[in-house]
């Protein structure tokens, strides 16, 4: 089963950026999508977005539209999520994920995310 390395979390002030990879540790040759989700203290895991691996189509959460990028790399096996002007509202663990062409989902250890106002 595939393993996903996340990487990139840590403690930023309001305004600042961020850049989250995940890396997958085999290639990824039957992959539909991979994509993100977070979970803040106390609160259920929510969706933040998500890239169609063989033609890179996008989607985002409307909290996240215009402020986050994802983007892939498919010699890399590896998906980034690029948060520009992060609030503090964006502190939470954020997890990739990878959806098989066939098969169930497979998620990361999660990488911690800490915005300071």
């Known amino acids: 089963q595939v393993q996903l390395v996340e990487s990139g979390g840590g403690l930023v002030q309001a305004g600042g950026s961020l850049r989250l990879s995940c890396t997958a540790s085999?290639?990824?040759?039957?992959?539909?999508?991979m994509g993100w989700f977070r979970q803040a203290p106390g609160k259920e895991r929510e969706y933040v977005a998500r890239?169609?691996?063989?033609?890179?189509?996008?989607a985002y959460a409307e909290s996240v539209k215009g402020r986050f990028t994802i983007s892939r790399d498919n010699a890399e096996n590896t998906v980034y999520l690029q948060m520009n002007s992060l609030k503090p509202d964006d502190t939470a663990v954020y997890y990739c994920?990878?959806?098989?062409?066939?098969?169930?989902?497979?998620w990361g250890q999660g990488t911690q995310v800490t915005v300071s106002s």
């Open positions: 085999e290639r990824t040759f039957s992959t539909y999508a």
């Open positions: 890239i169609n691996w063989s033609s890179g189509s996008t």
């Open positions: 994920y990878i959806d098989p062409s066939a098969g169930g989902r497979t």
